[in-house]
């Protein structure tokens, strides 16, 4: 299931939880910012999280204050400010800046942090030349069940180099998942495989992957970023699970590509 939508000045709703939230269990938004906005959210019941992806905001929760500067989620690194239940937090805009916004509820109690980018967890995928190199990508992990085990959501990001591909080789989880994507120039363009269909990628574009194998490219030229998050199931919490496509899991081997330099020796 697929979603694009054109933004707006404010809060900007992709997911309602409890009215149209198409199995996720979250609240998704984006946030659009102009310079001197202000926005707060105070939700009783539901943990907050604030993944900044461009501009200069000043955070301000639990009587602290803290600045965050992102020009892009491409070449910078990221902060995300997470808090529980029963959390007042503002932003103030000093530039434009756009923030996305995934929510869910949660009645546990815990310490409120602002992940700066030395906290974000940081894994470098596909670049010792596995399948020739086409599945290169960046993968950051904000907080996950091992690190957040008081937390009922997941949240991070992939860097999906130009006409490379991520979430691949194709695999699938229980716990259902979002994608919410943004590109380096916003005509830039991809392809989701999730759901038993394809689906056209594109800036400010959200999918639901709720069944289904799923992986992910982008068109050559175009880095494509990604925030992903899942909601635990009740007493099955996502632990980085992964059941890989029987019929592509000969795409491990580490010989698997190694037909190919044969065939071009023989060209």
Not at 211 to 225: D, W
Not at 231 to 236: A, T
Request: charged fraction near 25%; hydrophobic fraction near 35%; aromatic fraction near 14%.
């Amino acid at each position: 299931m697929y979603f694009d939508k054109t933004v707006a000045r404010g809060y900007n709703a992709y997911l309602t939880m409890g009215s149209c939230d198409h199995e996720t269990g979250m609240d998704i938004g984006l946030l659009v910012m102009e310079p001197g906005d202000e926005y707060s959210l105070d939700e009783p019941e539901k943990e907050i999280a604030l993944d900044l992806l461009e501009g200069d905001v000043e955070f301000a929760w639990d009587g602290q204050t803290a600045a965050a500067s992102r020009p892009d989620c491409f070449r910078y690194d990221a902060y995300c400010l997470h808090v529980c239940r029963g959390t007042k937090v503002s932003v103030r805009a000093k530039t434009h800046a756009e923030i996305y916004v995934q929510m869910t509820d949660n009645d546990r109690a815990f310490a409120n942090r602002l992940y700066a980018p030395a906290d974000v967890m940081v894994q470098h995928a596909g670049d010792k030349g596995e399948l020739l190199g086409c599945m290169r990508r960046e993968i950051k992990t904000f907080f996950d069940y091992e690190s957040a085990p008081y937390s009922n959501m997941v949240l991070g990001e992939v860097l999906n180099f130009p006409g490379k591909w991520s979430s691949y080789p194709p695999h699938h989880h229980p716990q259902p998942e979002v994608y919410f994507y943004r590109f380096d120039h916003p005509q830039g363009f991809g392809a989701g495989f999730a759901n038993g269909g394809i689906y056209e990628t594109h800036h400010n574009g959200l999918s639901v992957i709720n069944h289904g194998f799923h992986s992910q490219t982008a068109a050559p030229g175009y880095a494509m970023c990604y925030m992903w998050g899942i909601r635990h199931l009740p007493g099955d919490p996502w632990r980085k699970t992964r059941i890989d496509d029987p019929e592509h899991e000969w795409l491990w081997k580490p010989d698997a590509n190694d037909h190919i330099f044969h065939m071009e020796g023989e060209a």
